[in-house]
C-alpha cells in the first residue's frame, strides 16, 4: 500500500528551527525524487525543496539558507531541516514523490509565531 505519513511539525518561535520527517511505503523509494510542499491558508500549495535520487537538492528561493532536505533510503525517509524560521513559514507541509503524484499524507503543521 502506497503510503505517506509525515511528522515533525508544532508550533514555533520565530528563529525557532523544526525537522520534519516523511515515512514512505509502497513503492521503490530510492529510485524517486522527494519533494517537501507547503500549503498555507488560503493559498495553493507550493514545491519548497527537493532532493533527487542521487541526492542532489533544490529549494524554493524563499527557503534557501535556512532548510535542508535530505534522505535516508534505508529507512525509506526524508527529511526537512528548518531554520531561522518565519511567520510567513506557517503551512501544512506534505512530501510526495518525484514524477507521478501519490496520494497525500494527512501532512504536518508548522505554526510560526510569537
Known amino acids: 500500500q502506497v503510503q505517506l505519513v509525515e511528522s515533525g511539525g508544532g508550533l514555533v518561535q520565530p528563529g525557532g528551527s523544526l525537522r520534519l520527517s516523511c515515512a514512505a511505503s509502497?513503492?521503490?523509494?530510492?529510485?524517486?525524487?522527494m519533494v517537501w510542499y507547503r500549503q498555507a491558508p488560503g493559498k495553493q500549495r507550493e514545491l519548497v525543496a527537493v532532493?533527487?535520487?542521487?541526492?542532489?537538492?533544490n529549494y524554493a528561493d524563499s527557503v534557501k539558507g535556512r532548510f535542508t532536505i535530505s534522505r535516508d533510503n534505508t529507512k525509506n525517509a526524508v527529511y526537512l531541516q528548518m531554520n531561522n524560521l518565519k511567520p510567513e513559514d506557517t503551512a501544512v507541509y506534505y512530501c510526495?514523490?518525484?514524477?507521478?503524484?501519490?496520494?497525500w499524507g494527512q501532512g504536518t503543521q508548522v505554526t510560526v509565531s510569537s
Open positions: 509502497g513503492f521503490t523509494f530510492s529510485i524517486y525524487a
Open positions: 532532493v533527487t535520487d542521487r541526492g542532489i537538492m
Open positions: 510526495n514523490k518525484g514524477g507521478s503524484l501519490i496520494p
